[in-house]
């Protein structure tokens, strides 16, 4: 099996001392970290978690 590599849209904003994220393209995911390297990753996981639980109902 060859893993696939998806792009999705992001939206990273400061809000006082954190940054928030989501996504448009993935409705749900949504990350935060003090970091924005830390925030991108949490989305990344949040998007991962959401992949994951959906892959058996894409056809």
Known sequence: MV???NEFTTV???DGEWFVSG???IPGANGQGRT???C???LG???R???ED???SIV
């Open 3 to 5: 893993p696939m590599r």
């Open 12 to 14: 990273i904003e400061r």
């Open 23 to 25: 996504s448009p393209d």
């Open 36 to 38: 924005f390297e830390e």
């Open 40 to 42: 991108r990753a949490s």
């Open 45 to 47: 996981a949040a998007i």
């Open 49 to 51: 978690l959401i992949l």
């Open 54 to 56: 959906h892959k058996d």
